[in-house]
């Protein structure tokens, strides 16, 4: 029997896995799997990502140094890019980029040539569970049809679930581990498999009905947020017109023990999933005609902040009498959010863009991101992160604080700039009053 004998490989952990994809999602997943005693085959289509992983190069900085060099080091863990080697495995799971296209529509290429690598290393008694954030629908219609392709059949000879990851890159009160995991498997015998599968490495494993209802977990918990991060930024544009501070409106309502989530405004919202996954929400709304008016009006709105936090940064410089035509100014923080290295879909970025269609000279401060992005690298006055000495900040016409890294020195910065615009609420202590603060 297929099922039973694969379900004592895991619970033995003599079960054999492999990842496809080694990215924020797929390598965190295989030290857990590589710590509970798991054997981990890493596979990715990247050479220079298998070439620096191999050489025992971490490339999240998040994820501790030497956990890779650990996890190799101990014999449970090898990457590859030949394909052929998957077909050892018994589990594979899928952790492949879920991007949007051109027309910000959903790119399922990678899962699907993904799903097709696996299909050619289905052999009998395998588990094949995807990962990847997707529309409802996705592991039946685009999976299934491509590892049946390879003669062999759901249920008797492979088993496929969905289990969506909810890795927070940077958050440090919760790990994969101590994360609950959803599952939901095709039939019966894949959730089965599926929830004894991350019952080895995850605290608390829920099983629902079926991958839709997984997938679509997926797609509400972070619709859920992109969806509150508008509401809180409308409302700051309400506030600010009537003059109230929205930062202490929010601490004020989050008193409320009960039926109140907080949430805090700020320059727009950036990273791999909360910009992007209500796309998918609102694909697959469209694909069964349902207008989802709600969803679409919350990215407007997020995409809107940049231009409030520019027409608010040209007005601190005009009430100076200073020109926004060749203004210096000096954005602190370009990652998405605080203290990650990452400028995917980060604010800043359109914000630099706005800023040099003003005719402002932009520059930037961030200890996380060394090198400008290259689609500023046209007008940034400096490619590269500026040092924040007393002279840096001393010589800009004003300082933008975009993301609110815990590494700079907020007092230091405060004391010496000529003008501060937050976008984060982080001088707001230090500066309140000040006449050379406004918020954002
Ligand atoms: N980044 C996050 O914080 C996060 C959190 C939860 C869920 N997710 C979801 O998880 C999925 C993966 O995201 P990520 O952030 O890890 O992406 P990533 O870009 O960091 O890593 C993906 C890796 O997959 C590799 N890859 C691409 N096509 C492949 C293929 N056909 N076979 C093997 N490898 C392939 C890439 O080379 C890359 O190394 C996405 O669906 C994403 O939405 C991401």
């Known amino acids: 029997m297929p099922f039973s004998s694969l379900q004592k490989r895991i619970d033995s952990r003599e079960a054999r896995i492999a990842i496809l994809g080694l990215g924020t999602v797929g390598l965190p997943l295989a030290r857990v799997f590589c710590d509970a005693g798991f054997r981990v085959l890493g596979f990715d289509t990247d050479p220079e990502r298998v ?87 996705t592991c039946r219609r685009r999976v299934l049809p491509r590892l049946e392709a390879s003669g062999l059949q759901l249920g008797r000879d492979f088993f496929l679930a969905y289990s969506p990851e909810r890795e927070d890159p940077g958050r440090e009160d919760f790990t994969t581990s101590d994360t609950p995991r959803l599952v939901g498997g095709l039939d019966e015998a894949s959730t089965e498999l599926a929830r004894s599968l991350y019952s080895t490495v995850i605290d608390e494993v829920l099983a629902v009905s079926s991958c839709e209802v997984a997938e679509a977990a997926k797609l509400f918990e972070n619709t859920f947020r992109a969806v509150n991060i508008a509401l809180v930024n409308e409302l700051k544009l309400v506030l600010d017109k009537l003059g109230v501070d929205v930062w202490e409106v929010c601490e004020a309502a989050a008193s409320k023990p009960f039926g109140f989530m907080p949430f805090t405004p700020g320059p727009g919202m950036g990273g791999h999933c909360i910009p992007v996954d209500p796309y998918y929400l609102a694909w697959s709304a469209r694909e069964v005609g349902v207008d989802t008016r709600f969803v679409e009006a919350a990215g407007e709105v997020n995409r809107r902040m940049a231009e409030f936090v520019v027409e608010r940064t040209l007005a601190a410089l005009a009430e100076e009498g200073i020109a926004a035509a060749g203004a210096r100014v000096l954005v602190l923080g370009l990652a998405y959010k605080r203290d990650v290295d990452s400028l995917c879909e980060a604010p800043a970025i359109r914000i630099l863009e706005l800023l040099h269609e003003a005719g402002v000279l932009p520059a930037y401060s961030d200890p996380w991101v060394a090198e400008g992005p290259a689609a500023c690298a046209a007008y940034l006055d400096q490619p590269n992160s500026l040092e924040l000495t007393l002279e840096t900040v001393a010589s800009f016409d004003l300082v933008l604080l975009v993301t609110d890294h ?32 406004s918020k954002a």
């Open 51 to 137: 070439a620096q992983l191999a050489r025992g190069i971490n490339p999240l900085t998040y994820l501790n140094h030497g956990v890779l060099e650990t996890m190799l080091a101990g014999d449970r863990f090898s990457v590859t890019r030949d394909a052929e080697r998957l077909s050892r495995a018994d589990v594979l799971i899928l952790c492949v980029p879920t991007p949007l296209d051109d027309d910000s529509q959903p790119d399922l290429s990678h899962v699907e040539a993904a799903a097709e690598t696996v299909a050619r290393a289905l052999r009998g008694e395998q588990l094949v569970v995807l990962e990847s954030t997707t529309w409802p629908g």
């Open 406 to 437: 815990s590494a700079f020195d907020y007092a230091h910065i405060a004391r010496h700039a000529r003008l501060v615009v937050d976008t984060r609420n982080a001088f707001a202590k230090l500066l309140t009053g000040d006449p050379r603060y």
